[in-house]
């Protein structure tokens, strides 16, 4: 009779904590850019993510003071090789095998190194020599890691514009362009399961649409919604319908399944007085609104009931950055780590208040091509010259070669960290088995992703 008792009772705390574990999902991560002169100290900056719901930090590099601060959180890092590495790791293999000693193996596994990202917007660089070598080199990085038992732990990937696509409207009609190069990275990606990382802004279809029901649309707040003309579904927000065009460039493509995850997005709350949407409002609109939309999970309607791991844009502003004001004006923290508005990160309010947030998207039938209104497309092409980007992104000095504005998404994270605080239903659970179980030894769990 006590070994049933025991029995029921070890499943019913299994249940719970898997319960738990299932409820502590958590899809959100941010950018940690450093072209900056008044940054806190990692150490800061560590404690400050831990108070948060962030659980997964991307870097533009490898700096090891951040990534030693990281150590032992269960926060996911995503270090990154410069473009300039890019020859180098593509012709000797030692040369990436010391890059990965140095960066990653010096570090993991107290610090959580998830994904190595080689280069950024290689792809679209109008110059396609050094395109030519992104595979080879995400290729030797793989190898390093392969050869130290660490290939199925740690992916290697690469971040795009949305440029990459040579058609998004509608999401439906989705499809990559440059050819043989870009088929060479998603079938590196497919093959070795990693995700494809890029950088959807809603922010600069509004710059440069900037009428009232395309602001609603960037910002998931009420709008009529835009019918997609081949399969009738009508897309309540630009975000969905950018992630279904990507979705649709996969499926095109035949990788559909390789994993999105969104490297950057973000909105500005400042720019020059020639910007427009830059306010705090607005920002906080779209960023509350996003993080509220990828807690829900509901999705997009092409891929429903899951949400991509997403990298906001960012964690503090970069006031060495040169461009236009909003170039300096995304982050979601100050240098004295207080929030520059509140989107419900803190672990105390995980739910930002209402910004009036979309229904979900709905059937519709095809309007006529003869009558229906013009709108914008879901990675708008720009109105000024055909060399601008369809979606362009930030300018950034060369100290960061990065788009500026970032974050991302892409595959769902698991349990958060042992380090951080459990529920007490959670320790109640725990005590319970261990007094049932005899369980008595103590371990420091490591967050899967």
């Known amino acids: 009779m006590a070994s ?8 019913f705390c299994f249940l719970l904590l898997s319960f738990h574990s299932a409820n502590s999902e958590s899809f959100i991560g941010v950018n940690y850019g450093q072209v900056a002169d008044n940054l806190p100290p990692p150490e800061a900056t560590a404690k400050l993510l831990q108070s948060t719901s962030i659980e997964k930090v991307r870097l533009y590099g490898a700096d090891p003071a951040i990534i030693k601060a990281l150590a032992n959180t269960g ?6 090789a410069a473009n300039g590495d890019i020859p180098a790791l593509a012709s000797d293999p030692n040369f990436a095998g010391n890059w990965v000693n140095s960066n990653v193996l010096a570090f993991y596994p107290a610090s959580k190194i998830i994904v190595v990202t080689v280069g950024n917007e290689v ?9 030519a070598q992104l595979v080879p080199a995400m ?17 290697v990937s690469t971040v795009h514009s ?8 509608p999401p439906s009609g989705g499809a990559f362009g440059y050819g043989d190069t870009m088929k060479g990275v998603l079938q590196f990606l497919s ?20 009428r009232p029901e395309t602001k609603a649309f960037c910002l998931f707040q009420p709008n009529a919604g835009r019918p997609d003309a081949n399969t009738g579904i009508k897309y309540m927000n630009m975000w969905d319908a950018q992630l279904d065009a990507i979705y649709s460039a996969l499926k095109s493509a035949g990788f559909k399944d390789v994993e999105i995850v969104v490297a950057e997005t973000g909105w500005p709350y400042k720019g020059d007085s020639n910007e427009v949407g830059t306010t705090v409002e607005n920002a906080k609109a779209y960023n509350g609104n996003l993080i509220n939309h990828l807690r829900s999970k509901v999705g997009t309607p092409l891929m429903p009931g899951k949400s991509v791991d997403t990298y906001i844009f960012a964690l503090y502003d970069e006031d060495l950055k040169f461009g236009p004001a909003s170039e300096r004006s995304f982050g979601l923290f100050k240098p004295d780590l207080s929030a520059t508005y509140d989107v419900g990160l803190a672990k105390s309010t995980q ?7 979309t229904p979900a998207p709905t ?4 309007a006529p091509t003869t009558t229906q209104a013009p709108t914008t497309p879901a990675n708008p092409a720009p109105t000024t010259p055909v060399s601008t980007p369809v979606n362009p992104a930030p300018t950034t000095p060369t100290i960061n070669p990065v788009p500026s504005p970032v974050i991302a998404a892409g595959v769902p994270a698991t349990a958060a960290s042992s380090r951080r605080q459990p529920s007490p239903l959670v320790i109640l659970a725990l005590v319970l088995a261990s007094t049932l179980l005899g369980v008595h030894e103590h371990k420091h769990e490591h967050k899967i992703i």
């Not at 792809?123 to 395109?131: I, M, R």
Request: cysteine-free; proline content about 10%; charged content about 10%.
């Open 123 to 131: 792809v679209t660089l109008t110059d396609q020599t050094l395109a």
């Open 139 to 155: 290729q030797n990085v793989q190898n390093a890691l392969n050869a130290a038992s660490l290939g199925g732990k740690i992916k």
């Open 162 to 169: 949305m440029a990459v696509l040579s058609a998004s409207e």
């Open 191 to 210: 093959t070795n399961g990693a995700p494809l990382m890029i950088n959807p802004y809603p922010f600069f279809a509004y710059r440069d649409d900037p």
């Open 363 to 366: 059937p519709a039938a095809p």
């Open 351 to 357: 739910t930002p208040a209402p910004t009036s947030s």
């Open 4 to 11: 049933d008792f025991q029995t029921y009772s070890a499943l």
């Open 75 to 80: 926060i996911g890092i995503v270090i990154g």
